[in-house]
């Protein structure tokens, strides 16, 4: 692969003056994942019909795009206790030139590899948090006259809902067009500062997310298993495989008769009994797997259109490795959809209410285990699936045509798996997946024999 050379860096702020000041952010923007997210978007040369300059055309519309998101353009600050803080400060989102004498086709199936890491800006954990950008950006020009523009995105701040309402305005208003959604930027409505009113039935809190995942029998810790090499790949199921797979986990008594599994419900239960048995565990092993709820419409009301910052929530669906591969697929997936099912507007209050009373949430929060033996919940025997299949991810137009490709950035972590849609094949998904180099050729197996 040939070299990326990086021509220059900027800050871009604002265009306009922004309120300044702190700016509290709400309990499920400071745990779980508070690192940067990466995606990358892949464009053919631009139409001829484009006359501008693909840079300047970035950059300025990115100023324009932080006037409405200016919290994007802040810093976060340490609070006591692990509490974390957006500084509203305007200063600024970082902004990379780059070009390479690669092509496009270089990147063939587009799985992401190590030359990916090159494409996208790099972030140093090490450097006080207050001095790094909440969003960078990179722009890389290939021989072929081709480009790709790489987004890191910190989820302190945004959940990939909001990242990719950012994203659309950015775009819009690159080719000239008003704002479709004005972000709604007050986090109180996930607040939980006062005491919670009694609920007519309590909900059941059985919030696993905040317990410590299972290990591998007879460990007591999973260094051994972060420490082992990870690959990666994209495995496509064409809408036919996912339908066989629907019908087959409709057709068990675990379905409900009037609403049936969903499609991430079905494959994310065939995932997680695939990686079981490449993982080889014993019968007795406990495996999880971690969800990424979207509680917009959850909530009671509703959030409001266009709201700015996280508001997902994280779930946990158990079992043994042994019940799931000797029971059929719909009980996988019966665990999976009831795990989802008990999202209800009671019980992330009950769950912010848990977070909020914590002495201190670091433990909670995935920049503390980087380059360290603790945490996060993936890793043998976990795994963690998160659904992009209902985010508005393809079409992203800055003026000169839509990107060709668009997918997740590099990860490493073991069992951290994403489900997107092809944006190519009507009905077809692409399962991303990291697993540890000795099960991903079984996995690929079980994957495609057990369908």
């Known amino acids: 692969m040939a070299p990326i050379v990086l021509r220059n860096t900027y800050t871009i702020v604002p265009a306009e003056p922004t309120w300044t000041?702190?700016?509290?952010?709400?309990?499920?923007?400071?745990?779980?994942?508070?690192?940067?997210?990466?995606?990358?978007?892949?464009y053919d040369k631009p139409s001829e019909s484009f006359q501008g300059n693909v840079v300047e055309t970035l950059k300025n519309s990115l100023s324009r795009a932080l006037f409405y998101f200016?919290?994007?353009?802040?810093?976060?600050?340490?609070?006591?206790?692990?509490?974390?803080?957006?500084?509203?400060?305007?200063?600024?989102?970082?902004?990379?030139?780059?070009?390479?004498?690669?092509?496009?086709?270089?990147?063939?199936?587009?799985?992401?590899?190590?030359?990916?890491?090159?494409?996208i800006p790099q972030v140093n954990y090490k450097n006080p948090i207050e001095t790094i950008p909440l969003f960078l950006a990179q722009v890389t020009k290939f021989k072929c006259g081709g480009l790709s523009l790489s987004v890191k995105v910190s989820h302190a701040v945004v959940d990939g809902?909001?990242?990719?309402?950012?994203?659309?305005?950015?775009?819009?208003?690159?080719c000239g067009q008003p704002l479709e959604t004005v972000p709604f930027l007050d986090r109180r409505v996930l607040w939980a500062d006062e005491p919670l009113p009694p609920f007519e039935s309590p909900p059941n809190f059985d919030h696993e997310e905040f317990e410590r995942p299972p290990f591998l029998i007879g460990k007591t810790d999973n260094v051994e298993e972060?420490?082992?090499?990870?690959?990666?790949?994209?495995?496509?199921?064409?809408?036919?495989?996912?339908?066989?797979?629907?019908?087959r986990a409709n057709a068990s008594k675990y379905a409900?008769?009037?609403?049936?599994?969903?499609?991430?419900?079905?494959?994310?239960g065939h995932v997680w009994r695939c990686a079981c048995k490449a993982r080889g565990h014993s019968p007795e092993q406990p495996a999880s797997?971690?969800?990424?709820?979207?509680?917009?419409?959850?909530?009671?009301?509703?959030?409001?259109?266009?709201?700015?910052?996280?508001?997902?929530?994280?779930?946990?669906?158990?079992?043994?490795?042994?019940?799931?591969?000797?029971?059929?697929?719909?009980?996988?997936?019966?665990?999976?959809?009831?795990?989802?099912?008990?999202?209800?507007?009671?019980?992330?209050?009950?769950?912010?209410?848990?977070?909020?009373?914590?002495?201190?949430?670091?433990?909670?929060?995935?920049?503390?285990?980087?380059?360290?033996?603790?945490?996060?919940?993936?890793?043998?025997?976990?795994?963690?699936?998160?659904?992009?299949?209902?985010?508005?991810?393809?079409?992203?137009?800055?003026?000169w045509g839509k990107e060709v490709y668009v997918g997740p950035g590099t990860h490493d972590l073991d069992g951290d798996s994403l489900l997107l849609r092809d944006q190519n094949e009507d009905g077809s998904l692409i399962l991303a997946t990291c697993l540890q180099v000795p099960h991903m050729e079984a996995f690929k197996k079980y994957f495609y024999e057990d369908i």
């Open 21 to 42: 000041g702190p700016y509290p952010l709400a309990e499920r923007d400071q745990v779980g994942t508070i690192t940067h997210v990466p995606t990358v978007y892949f």
């Open 70 to 119: 200016y919290p994007m353009a802040g810093r976060l600050r340490w609070l006591p206790r692990g509490r974390l803080e957006l500084n509203c400060n305007a200063e600024g989102v970082t902004f990379i030139e780059a070009e390479s004498e690669a092509e496009l086709s270089d990147f063939n199936d587009f799985c992401p590899t190590p030359e990916y890491e090159k494409l």
């Open 161 to 174: 809902q909001s990242a990719l309402h950012f994203m659309r305005e950015w775009g819009r208003i690159a």
């Open 226 to 247: 972060r420490k082992k090499k990870t690959v990666v790949a994209m495995l496509k199921l064409s809408k036919s495989q996912v339908e066989k797979l629907r019908s």
């Open 256 to 268: 409900d008769p009037a609403r049936g599994f969903t499609r991430y419900e079905t494959v994310s």
């Open 289 to 399: 797997v971690g969800i990424s709820v979207d509680i917009r419409n959850r909530m009671q009301p509703p959030l409001p259109r266009g709201y700015f910052g996280n508001a997902t929530f994280d779930v946990v669906a158990a079992s043994t490795s042994g019940e799931l591969i000797s029971n059929e697929l719909g009980f996988a997936a019966g665990k999976i959809s009831k795990a989802i099912k008990n999202v209800t507007h009671e019980y992330v209050m009950v769950g912010i209410q848990h977070l909020k009373i914590q002495e201190d949430l670091s433990k909670f929060q995935d920049i503390h285990a980087l380059g360290s033996t603790e945490g996060p919940f993936y890793g043998n025997p976990n795994l963690g699936l998160v659904s992009w299949l209902t985010l508005p991810m393809y079409g992203l137009d800055f003026g």
